[in-house]
């Protein structure tokens, strides 16, 4: 009785490998989620909210506080104008933004072009809108595109694209470049881009974010995504927001309706409360990042392994032949959380075909101490599979 599309699908890697580390005791270096709580002022604001604030269904668009933050902060961060009335809509994470984007904006038979390694929700969502998911092989250590790689994908369908940047799991910030060659083809093939851009706060200098909805001609054809999940590290509370021209707000709004709907009030009074009031946050979070991925690429270096560079995102690669693996990811990732008891992420599951099979990712939003064990542990498994 399942859709084929949904019933076809293999449990997501992150809840596979976060399962297997709980069954085998293992630190867990594959899914994203920080050990750090978060803002402590945002989660007071968010419980004060229970206790003292409005807890019916708030406005399907959500708070008007919040898309007035959501406004006001990408004014200061970003330079982008938005209209908080007809150009903003709070969603309940950014995977239902997603949603919202491609069943709202998708018809049967339009392309769609994707580059991966990509987040897995995508191909599914698209596919099941009725879209052709159009795919861009990106490989390592760069993970660029091309003109040549932009010729091949676009086709007179093409219809969307769909851009993540920064990149999980490459942990690339995208040149100017690259973003005016897609906003041109963009442009060129009267393309939307749908922008995953949930980790436009964890950049790390001297890279830079720039938003695609920034670029000439990208105004109006732009849905912007963005998380105060990863803004604050709070990943459970699934607070996003969607931001677009308000031809495309007023489809997308339509669709979010049938979604979720709405998101929990005091979680949006939290989230505006920690965009308003925020500034030292997000001055002080990145170089608190830099330093930990600093400290595990520098102890998988002492031990042998290749980190591959991180610009952004929670994530550092591993190149495994380069570290001396000669496993496929998956084989060494599934023997490195079973018989050493460290969990990571390989990355070909992340492909939807012709895979890298050569590159592990690894979380570095953690404690020093759980970094530093966490090496020792991918150490310990290099030494058995070589045995």
């Keep these: 009785m399942a859709n084929p599309i949904f019933a076809s699908l293999p449990t997501t890697i992150f809840e596979e490998m976060s399962g297997l580390a709980r069954r085998h005791g293992a630190i867990n270096l594959g899914q994203g989620f920080p050990d750090d709580p978060g803002p402590e002022s945002v989660r007071a604001k968010a419980a004060e909210a229970v206790l003292h604030g409005y807890n019916q269904y708030p406005p399907m668009t959500g708070l008007p506080e919040l898309r007035r933050a959501v406004a006001d902060h990408y004014a200061r961060t970003q330079g982008l104008d938005l209209d908080w009335e ?19 904006l998708i018809e049967p038979g339009d392309e769609v072009v994707v580059f991966q390694p990509l987040y897995d929700a995508y191909v599914p969502l698209i596919r099941r809108a009725g879209g052709i998911p159009r795919l861009v092989r990106l490989s390592p250590p760069h993970w660029r595109f091309d003109r040549a790689m932009l010729e091949a994908a676009f086709t007179p369908r093409t219809r969307m694209v769909v851009l993540n940047n920064p990149l999980n799991p490459a942990g690339v910030v995208l040149p100017e470049e690259d973003l005016a060659l897609l906003a041109e083809f963009c442009v060129r093939h009267d393309a939307v881009a749908v922008c995953d851009e ?53 489809a997308l709004a339509r669709t979010h309706q049938f979604l979720t709907f709405t998101t929990p009030p005091n979680l949006q009074t939290a989230v505006a409360f920690g965009l308003e009031t925020g ?68 990355v070909s599951a992340l492909f939807e075909e012709a895979p890298v099979t ?30």
């Design 198 to 250: 949930v980790w436009e706060q964890v950049v790390f200098a001297p890279a830079r974010h720039r938003p695609l909805i920034a670029f000439p001609g990208m105004r109006e054809r732009c849905v912007k995504i963005g998380s105060a999940g990863k803004m604050f590290g709070l990943t459970g509370w699934k607070v996003g927001f969607l931001a677009a021209a308000p031809q495309l707000t007023a």
């Design 86 to 104: 007809r150009e903003v809509t709070v969603t309940s994470g950014a995977t239902e933004a997603l949603a919202a984007a491609f069943l709202g």
């Design 279 to 346: 500034e030292a946050w997000f001055a002080e979070m990145p170089g608190r990042l830099a330093a930990s991925r600093d400290r595990l690429a520098e102890g998988l270096r002492c031990e042998g392994f290749a980190p591959l560079p991180s610009q952004g995102t929670y994530f550092l690669n591993v190149d495994l032949p380069a570290s001396g693996v000669d496993l496929p990811d998956r084989e060494f990732a599934l023997r490195a959380v079973q018989e050493a008891g460290v969990a990571s992420i390989p």
């Design 358 to 387: 050569t590159i592990l990712r690894l979380c570095f939003s953690k404690s020093d101490e759980t970094l530093d064990e966490g090496v020792r542990r991918l150490a310990k498994a290099r030494d058995l599979v070589r045995r």
